[in-house]
C-alpha cells in the first residue's frame, strides 16, 4: 500500500513494477506529461502577472512574446510528449489535425489531451485543467487515436486549483496527487479514490434549461425536491474534481442547440469516464456506456452524465419513462 507523501515517480515505477511484462515505456511516457505539467502550473500561477507584464504589445520583461496560456500549455505538451519519444500520435484540442512525432516513430502509446480546459476562466481566477487519455498503438496509423475509451491504458488530469493536483488512473484505482510548489514534486495525497454511493450535488449549466428535453427537465426538477445542493463551476476538471470527492452528478446533456452536447469524446467525456467508472462510479450519454463508443473523429462531441452510481442510475429511470 503505498503511502501519504511517496513521490510520483515512485509510485509510476512501483506501479510498473506490479505488472511483470512492463517495459518502463508507459512509465516514461507519464514521467515526460507530467514534467509538461509542472511547468504548466508554474505558468498558470503566474497568469495575473504575464498579462499585466505582456500588456505592451504583448511583449514580456525578457522581450519575448506572451502567447495565450492555453496555446503555451499546447505548445509545452507537444514539446515533452514529442521529446520523450513514446507517443506514436498526439491529438489535442488545440490543433486540428494530430501530430506524428519524428521520434515517436517505435513510440508505444497514443496520447490525446485538452492543454488547458475551461481557459475562459484563466482571467477570473478560477481553477483550470489539463485533461489527458492515453491508448495503445495499434496499426500504427491514424485510427489508432480513435479507440474506444474502455480501451485506455492511462487517463487522467492535473487541476490547477488552489493547489495544484494530478489524479491519474491505469486501471488499476485512481490516485491523486498534490504539487509542493517549495520542491517541484507530486506527492501523493489522496490514495485510491472513491466516490460516494450517493451524494447532494448536481452540476449542469441551468441557463440551457429551455432546451433540454422534458424527461431531462423533470429530473432535474425533481432534484429540486430533494435535499440537493447546485454547484456548477463551468471548468469541467475542478466540477469532476468536486464529483470525484463528494459525490454526486455531473451533466453535460445535448440540447435544441447542441445535439451532441459541448464536450470532446477523446479528452473530455472518455478520461473522465474512465476515472470515474475505476473510482467507484458510472458514466452515461444516457442511452449507452460513454467508454463503449468508437469515435469517428478526433473532435467529436458527446453528451455525459457522470458521478456516484445511485445518482446516475436514478437519472436513467428519468431518461427511460
Ligand atoms: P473548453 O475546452 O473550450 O474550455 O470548453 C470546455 C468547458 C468545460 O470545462 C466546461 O465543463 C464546459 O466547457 C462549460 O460549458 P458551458 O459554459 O456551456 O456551461
Ligand atoms: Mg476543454
Given at each position: 500500500m503505498a503511502q501519504i507523501g511517496m513521490d510520483l515517480n515512485r509510485f509510476i515505477l512501483e506501479e510498473e513494477r506490479s505488472h511483470p511484462k512492463a517495459t518502463g515505456s508507459l512509465s516514461l511516457a507519464l514521467t515526460a506529461l507530467t514534467s509538461a505539467a509542472r511547468i504548466i502550473s508554474s505558468h498558470v500561477r503566474m497568469a495575473g502577472l504575464a498579462d499585466i507584464?505582456?500588456?505592451t504589445k504583448n511583449i514580456n520583461i525578457q522581450g519575448e512574446e506572451v502567447q495565450k496560456l492555453d496555446v503555451l500549455s499546447n505548445n509545452i505538451l507537444i514539446q515533452h510528449l514529442s521529446d520523450s519519444g513514446q507517443f506514436f500520435a498526439l491529438a489535442s484540442e488545440e490543433l486540428d489535425e494530430p501530430v506524428f512525432p519524428e521520434k515517436g516513430k517505435n513510440g508505444k502509446y497514443t496520447i490525446a489531451f485538452d492543454p488547458l480546459d475551461g481557459s475562459s476562466n484563466i482571467n477570473v481566477n478560477v481553477s483550470i485543467g489539463t485533461i489527458f487519455s492515453i491508448?495503445?498503438?495499434?496499426?500504427?496509423?491514424?485510427?489508432?487515436?480513435?479507440?474506444e475509451g474502455r480501451k485506455q491504458v492511462?487517463?487522467?488530469y492535473i487541476v490547477y486549483g488552489s493547489s495544484t493536483m494530478l489524479v491519474y488512473s491505469t486501471g488499476n484505482g485512481v490516485n491523486g496527487f498534490t504539487l509542493d510548489p517549495s520542491v517541484g514534486l507530486f506527492l501523493l495525497s489522496h490514495p485510491r479514490m472513491e466516490l460516494?454511493?450517493?451524494?447532494k450535488i448536481y452540476s449542469i449549466n441551468e441557463a440551457n434549461y429551455s432546451k433540454w428535453d422534458k424527461k431531462l427537465k423533470s429530473y432535474v426538477d425533481s432534484l429540486k425536491e430533494k435535499n440537493s445542493s447546485a454547484r456548477y463551476i463551468g471548468s469541467m476538471v475542478a466540477d469532476i474534481h468536486r464529483t470525484l470527492i463528494k459525490g454526486g452528478i455531473f451533466c453535460y446533456p445535448a440540447d435544441l442547440k447542441n445535439k451532441n452536447g459541448k464536450?470532446?469524446?477523446l479528452y473530455e467525456v472518455a478520461p473522465m469516464s474512465f476515472l470515474i467508472?475505476?473510482?467507484g462510479g458510472k458514466a452515461t450519454t444516457g442511452s449507452k456506456d460513454t467508454l463503449s463508443i468508437k469515435p469517428e473523429s478526433i473532435h467529436q462531441r458527446a453528451p455525459v452524465f457522470l458521478g456516484s452510481k445511485s445518482n446516475v442510475e436514478e437519472l436513467l429511470t428519468f431518461l427511460k419513462k
Open positions: 507584464l505582456g500588456s491508448h495503445k498503438k495499434v496499426k500504427g496509423n491514424i485510427q489508432d487515436i480513435l479507440q492511462a487517463a487522467g460516494p454511493e450517493r451524494g464536450l470532446r469524446l467508472e475505476q473510482a
